[in-house]
């Protein structure tokens, strides 16, 4: 995220210079570009959403920190050159087109390698050029544009603003959308708004790009609303080029040089709900993953919710920390084997492919509908229409199947297409039990647990929701009785405890703990036993993660309390080895009360808030 943070001295002497400047700012906003430029930083706030780009053009040299030049060569009928795009000393970008010795030039910069975003809000105040045989532009572009099929949600060349059309003395100019390349499979769409005095001063064109739509503003009045080529989904950079070519006009009727003036450029992103965010992260249910994965992603939204109570993150930050929090989850899935379908099992209903260029045309209803079972996301099933559409698993005679967990993916770029399909269950072929609808589908594998995973059924359908194209890429189904133990919490918990005792800050009782947790997790497949090792080597990693903290801290009585600490977790250790007693875990819980006790004891001493953030995440872990 590229965020140009001003110090506190220079916003104080801005908005002096702002208020100095009210009473002028109205007739004479293009009269002194310094001028201008500071009015301008005051209003890059946006209510709702967070600035990620900003560049006001100030100083005496283009910020290479967010530019670069485009790659100097021919283009169209003229050439980019570096010479063509610099800042003028006022605040602006200058993007001139010029003739030297009967060529033309013109400039071009880009974020390509320095800033890429998908969806936000993306803003340009400018002064257009307007001679003729060339045109400028605001534009954003990714390397995807060019990618057949799909239509533009891979990419999509997005032209914020293009002035081929000054030269003809109208007030119109253009926005466009382009995608699938340039040639046979071409698909575009476009806007020609005629505004009054458009190529007369300063004038903003913005972009809202959000996943439904994309929304043209000039001046803050909306121009064009449209979600052609269904919106790009992926991530694009920032251009402001000018090039030579008929569409502009004749180029030798122009005078030149002249140039586009780039007051500002900036982008901003939906500023995240954090909060809503965090609510629907606690909500995932513990037994869809395992124990380890989710253990820690609980320790991690504990962690994040202490943080966002501190204040001083961004949403922007606790998002994608909750995010990553998400991303650590393993679902219960990845401990299973999914049944093994071959072609022969599948069949598909009879409905007509979509003419679709990624698709082979020559396939069968039945070969279509193995595309779903073929282990590559990248093959889907698309129909014109897919109401009433089926594809059928027939596991055959005498080998029915329990089903406990069904996982399905959705063709890529076309997650929400899935929305409402189903996956029904018959032992006759005839009668039709639901297993499980998806409600809200994402990228990746959207998983349902079987409404009914306690009859076994021959018969197995993944039907299209009506209305949409039975867009899927894979359908994974998982039998009930494939149960393996799940470790991994265990096997986390010793990993961290070896870790410790390998760094020197383990408790001394801490390898008598860890031994006898690999012995567990070694020769149990009970997961009772497995569980209850893994809570009570939790709480000996948890003593020995609070003596390192003890000694960073060099807190003077932290020796002595660690000895009686170390004697008492020895006793506890004890009790839990003769047996998973009430009074074992009294001791322990008594024990975990003195850590926390010594925690505040240090806390007061040290007055920081680290070692309190950090304590406080660790002990709601062990004495919930
Ligand atoms: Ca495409
Ligand atoms: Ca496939």
């Given at each position: 995220m590229i965020n140009n943070k001003r110090k506190g001295p220079m916003l104080l002497g801005i908005i002096l210079t702002a208020i100095v400047l009210a009473a002028f700012s109205v007739n004479h906003s293009k009269a002194t570009s310094v001028a201008k430029d500071k009015t301008d930083q005051l209003a890059s706030a946006k209510e709702g959403w967070t600035i990620t780009f900003e560049d006001e053009f100030g100083g005496d040299s283009i910020d290479y920190t967010k530019w670069e030049h485009a790659p100097e060569w021919p283009r169209k009928d003229g050439y980019w050159s570096d010479e063509e795009a610099f800042v003028d000393g006022n605040g602006n970008l200058v993007i001139q087109i010029s003739e030297r010795d009967g060529e033309y030039y013109s400039g071009a910069v880009t974020t390509r390698n320095t800033f890429n975003q998908a969806y936000g809000y993306y803003e340009v105040r400018a002064k257009l050029p307007t001679e003729e045989g060339f045109w400028s532009a605001f534009w954003l572009m990714t390397d995807g544009e060019h990618i057949i099929g799909n239509e533009g949600r891979d990419g999509t060349e997005i032209d914020i603003f293009e002035t081929a059309l000054a030269y003809k003395g109208t007030d119109t100019f253009n926005h466009a959308l382009h995608w699938d390349g340039y040639a046979e499979h071409h698909g575009s769409a476009a806007a020609y708004p005629s505004i009054p005095g458009i190529y007369e001063g300063y004038h903003t064109f913005g972009l809202e790009w959000n996943k439904d739509e994309y929304i043209f503003y000039v001046d803050g009045e909306e121009t064009w609303r449209t979600s052609a080529g269904g919106v790009s989904q992926v991530p694009a950079f920032v251009q402001l080029t000018a090039e030579v070519g008929s569409w502009g006009g004749n180029i030798e009727n122009a005078n030149l040089p002249d140039q586009l003036l780039v007051d500002y450029v900036r982008v901003y992103e939906r500023t995240p709900d954090a909060k809503a965010l965090l609510a629907k992260a606690n909500e995932l249910p513990e037994e869809n993953y395992t124990n380890g994965s989710y253990f820690n992603f609980e320790m991690e939204l504990k962690r994040i919710e202490h943080q966002m109570k501190k204040g001083d993150s961004t949403d922007r930050e606790l998002a994608d920390a909750i995010e990553n929090a998400k991303q650590s989850l393993v679902h219960?899935?990845?401990?299973?084997?999914?049944?093994?379908?071959?072609?022969?099992?599948?069949?598909?209903?009879?409905?007509?492919?979509?003419?679709?260029?990624?698709?082979?045309?020559?396939?069968?209803?039945?070969?279509?509908?193995?595309?779903?079972?073929?282990?590559?996301?990248?093959?889907?099933?698309?129909?014109?229409?897919?109401?009433?559409?089926?594809?059928?698993?027939?596991?055959?005679?005498?080998?029915?199947?329990?089903?406990?967990?069904?996982?399905?993916?959705?063709?890529?770029?076309?997650?929400?297409?899935?929305?409402?399909?189903?996956?029904?269950?018959?032992?006759?072929?005839?009668?039709?039990?639901?297993?499980?609808?998806?409600?809200?589908?994402?990228?990746?594998?959207?998983?349902?647990?079987?409404?009914?995973?306690?009859?076994?059924?021959?018969?197995?359908?993944?039907?299209?929701?009506?209305?949409?194209?039975?867009?899927?890429?894979?359908?994974?189904?998982?039998?009930?009785?494939?149960?393996?133990?799940?470790?991994?919490?265990?096997?986390?918990?010793?990993?961290?405890?070896?870790?410790?005792?390998?760094?020197?800050?383990?408790?001394?009782?801490?390898?008598?703990?860890?031994?006898?947790?690999?012995?567990?997790?070694?020769?149990?497949?009970?997961?009772?036993?497995?569980?209850?090792?893994?809570?009570?080597?939790?709480?000996?990693?948890?003593?020995?993660?609070?003596?390192?903290?003890?000694?960073?801290?060099?807190?003077?009585?932290?020796?002595?309390?660690?000895?009686?600490?170390?004697?008492?977790?020895?006793?506890?250790l004890n009790a839990a080895e003769r047996g998973n007693d009430g009074a074992a875990q009294g001791k322990l819980q008594a024990v975990i009360d003195q850590l926390d006790a010594l925690s505040e004891k240090v806390f007061t001493l040290k007055q920081t808030g680290v070692l309190k953030d950090w304590h406080y995440s660790l002990m709601e872990s062990v004495t919930e």
């Open positions: 219960i899935t990845s401990n299973r084997q999914k049944l093994a379908i071959t072609r022969t099992m599948v069949t598909g209903s009879n409905k007509p492919q979509e003419d679709n260029p990624l698709l082979d045309s020559s396939l069968s209803p039945d070969q279509l509908a193995y595309l779903a079972f073929d282990d590559n996301p990248e093959t889907f099933i698309d129909y014109n229409m897919a109401d009433d559409s089926w594809i059928q698993v027939d596991l055959g005679e005498g080998n029915e199947q329990k089903l406990e967990w069904l996982r399905v993916r959705a063709r890529d770029y076309y997650v929400d297409r899935l929305e409402s399909a189903q996956i029904v269950a018959s032992a006759d072929g005839e009668n039709w039990t639901e297993l499980g609808t998806f409600e809200e589908t994402g990228d990746g594998w959207n998983i349902v647990k079987s409404k009914d995973s306690s009859t076994a059924y021959r018969y197995i359908r993944f039907l299209g929701a009506a209305g949409s194209y039975g867009n899927v890429s894979e359908v994974e189904l998982y039998p009930a009785e494939i149960h393996a133990t799940d470790k991994t919490l265990l096997a986390s918990l010793i990993d961290q405890g070896t870790q410790l005792e390998m760094d020197g800050h383990g408790w001394q009782v801490l390898p008598q703990a860890l031994q006898l947790a690999a012995e567990v997790y070694q020769n149990s497949s009970n997961q009772t036993e497995v569980d209850t090792a893994a809570v009570n080597l939790q709480w000996f990693v948890t003593g020995s993660l609070t003596k390192s903290f003890i000694a960073e801290s060099e807190f003077p009585g932290a020796h002595g309390i660690e000895k009686s600490l170390s004697n008492k977790l020895k006793g506890a």
